[in-house]
């Protein structure tokens, strides 16, 4: 199975301020249609886990330009250039390129 | 505007079944692909099973594989999932979500809680 590694698992964050997750994938997430399935999902407390950026760096209908994602082969990471109160939560990445489908242990994104 | 509507969950003992529902609405429910995702209480995301458009190929996560089932019934818009033999391992809020490489949309989740 793909393991999907995420970093940090806390981030206490400022708001104003930026804040960056990285998420290692332990192989290449390039399929064989040459697309590369890596995607972040935002979870808020009680709540179903919400797209925010699907196939490396594109985002969602609706999710602010202050979120963006890079990366590419098995290093990929998910910005927010200036953290809003409304971006606390759980925030995953997830693989779907390889069966069976993996996610990131998630990373717990509070204000200080 | 595309709608998963989760239900079936709830308490059942060790080793009973349960079946699950989801029905979609918003989208053309059998040119998609769908999936299960869990989520044990206080824990992250599972993968657990998914279904082609067709309904002609499915996929199972190890830890559920010959207990749990996916189908879909493109004439009513809805996918289901059988678990068989649950246990206590399998207490969780169940999702389901669009598509098996993307994950574009969820539902709102139905907790199974499995207990004696």
């Known amino acids: 199975d793909v393991v999907m590694t995420q970093s940090p698992l806390s981030l206490p964050v400022t708001l104003g301020q930026p804040a960056s997750i990285s998420c290692r994938s332990s192989?290449?997430?390039?399929?064989?249609?040459?697309?590369?399935?890596l995607n972040w999902f935002h979870q808020r407390p009680g709540q179903s886990p919400r797209r925010l950026i699907y196939?490396?760096?594109n985002r969602d209908s609706g999710v602010p330009d202050r979120f963006s994602g890079s990366g590419s082969g098995t290093d990929f990471t998910l910005k927010i250039s200036r953290v809003e109160a409304e971006d606390v939560g759980v925030y995953y990445c997830?693989?779907?390129?390889?069966?069976?489908?993996?996610f990131g242990q998630g990373t717990t994104v509070d204000i200080k | 505007e595309v709608q998963l509507l989760d239900s079936g969950g709830g308490l059942v003992q060790p080793g009973g079944s349960l079946r699950l529902s989801c029905a979609a609405s918003?989208?053309?429910?059998?040119?998609?692909?769908m999936s299960w995702v869990r989520q044990a209480p206080g824990k992250g995301l599972e993968w657990v099973s998914a279904?082609?458009?067709?309904?002609?190929?499915?996929y199972y996560a190890d830890s559920v594989k010959g207990r749990f089932t996916i189908s879909r019934d493109n004439s009513k818009d809805t996918l289901s999932l059988q678990m068989n033999s649950l246990s206590a391992e399998d207490t969780a809020v169940y999702y389901c979500?669009?598509?098996?490489?993307?994950?574009?949309?969820w539902g709102q989740g139905t907790l199974v809680t499995v207990s004696s």
């Open positions: 279904i082609t458009p067709s309904g002609s190929s499915t």
């Open positions: 196939k490396v760096s």
């Open positions: 997830m693989q779907g390129t390889h069966w069976p489908r993996t």
């Open positions: 979500a669009r598509d098996t490489m993307t994950f574009s949309n």
């Open positions: 192989q290449s997430l390039v399929n064989s249609d040459g697309n590369t399935y």
């Open positions: 918003g989208f053309t429910f059998s040119i998609s692909a």
